[in-house]
Structures are given as structure tokens and as C-alpha cells.
């Protein structure tokens, strides 16, 4: 009995010259690189918001007739600075990776001799070649977020050991590093003509 293999249609390549089909393989494989990447974002924002209530429930003391909270440790500043350390180390990893990656893409999108019609808009030929590029664009955008979101998940658990709000600091930075990574059909566009340029430079 024959089977049909099963294809990803925001993967698959769109038939020479069906521009709708092109669309919406374009914009299919954005919208799944948002999803994710949003995904990624609310991760943090709900792991540090339930990590804040906490560490505001221990900071009140608990009900009047109980313990006071103890104070800090002397060694919290030691938390504070693993939690700046991590921060820092993860967002420079994250663009530092996602900078490798995209010059490897871009590289092996030269090699294959690829030709794009410039400038690239949204009617471009979703080829074998890139498909594969922008694949490698959403594998490359998920590894440079989750290096960023273990960082701010790593100083939303300090907060809550410590109970210094600083941290919240270190976490609305990864934030910000990963809405810098957000993608967008724009940027998908930029990366395609970029790919084609350094091809035909390269030629």
C-alpha cells in the first residue's frame, strides 16, 4: 500500500511560480517562529512573577504570630552577583551564537549557487535552499532565546533564595534581549536578500 509522506506546510517548497503558495509558506513559518519565541517570553514572565509573589509572601513575615522573616545573609550580595554574572554571560552567549549560526547559514546558502530575484519581498520562491535557511534562522533564534531565558530564570530563583528585587533588574534585561530577538516576516525578508547578495558577491 503506498503512502503519502507527511510534509510540514510551512516547510515544504511551494510550487515554481504559485505566489500565494509562497505567502503562506513564508508567513506560516513566521507566525511559528513568533509562537514560539512568545512562548519562550511568557515562560519568564510567569516563572519571575510567581517567584516574585513568593519571595514578597516570605519578605511580609507570614501571619502575625509567626517568626519574623530572617534577615538577609551576609553572603546575599554573593547571589546578587552570580545572578548579574549570569545575565551578562547568557545574552552575550545568545547574540554571540545566533551571530555564528547566521554567518554558517548565510555561508552554506553561497555554496549552493542559489539564485534570488532582489530585492526579496513576499512573492519570493520558497527553493530547497530557502527553506533551509530560514529554518536554520528559526533553530538559531530558539537556542540564542533559551540561553537568555535560563539566565533570567536562574536570577528569578535568586530572587526568591535572597529576597533582593534586584534580580527583577537582571530579568527585564534578558527580556529585553529576547524581544530583540523577535522574529518577524521583515527580518526573515532582510535575511533572504542578504543571503542573495553575498551569493551573487560570492559568484
Same mark, same amino acid.
Given at each position: ?75 546575599? *550580595? /554573593? $547571589? +546578587?552577583? #552570580?545572578?548579574? @554574572? =549570569?545575565?551578562? &554571560? ?9 551571530? !555564528? ?66 534580580? *527583577? /533588574? $537582571? +530579568?527585564? #534585561?534578558?527580556? @529585553? =534581549?529576547?524581544? &530583540? ?9 532582510? !535575511? ?12
Amino acid at each position: 500500500m503506498n503512502r503519502t509522506p507527511i510534509q510540514n506546510p510551512y516547510l515544504a517548497s511551494a510550487t515554481p511560480g504559485s505566489n500565494s503558495d509562497n505567502q503562506v509558506n513564508l508567513k506560516g513559518l513566521v507566525r511559528t517562529s513568533q509562537i514560539i519565541a512568545f512562548a519562550l517570553i511568557q515562560a519568564v514572565v510567569f516563572i519571575t512573577a510567581i517567584m516574585a509573589y513568593l519571595t514578597l509572601l516570605s519578605s511580609d513575615g507570614g501571619p502575625d504570630n509567626a517568626a519574623p522573616a530572617n534577615p538577609p545573609a551576609d553572603d546575599s *550580595l /554573593v $547571589m +546578587v552577583v #552570580i545572578g548579574v @554574572v =549570569a545575565c551578562f &554571560v547568557g545574552c552575550i552567549a545568545s547574540f554571540v551564537a545566533n551571530r !555564528l549560526l547566521k554567518g554558517m547559514a548565510i555561508r552554506q546558502f553561497s555554496s549552493s549557487g542559489e539564485e534570488v530575484e532582489l530585492p526579496v519581498d513576499e512573492t519570493v520562491t520558497m527553493t530547497a535552499e530557502i527553506s533551509r535557511l530560514l529554518t536554520t534562522s528559526q533553530t538559531r533564534m530558539i537556542i540564542g532565546m533559551a540561553l537568555v531565558e535560563g539566565a533570567a530564570v536562574i536570577n528569578a530563583v535568586m530572587m526568591m533564595l535572597d529576597e533582593n528585587m534586584i534580580h *527583577l /533588574v $537582571m +530579568v527585564a #534585561i534578558c527580556l @529585553v =534581549a529576547m524581544a &530583540v530577538q523577535f522574529p518577524t516576516l521583515q527580518k526573515k525578508l532582510d !535575511l533572504i536578500e542578504l543571503a542573495a547578495r553575498t551569493s551573487q558577491d560570492r559568484i
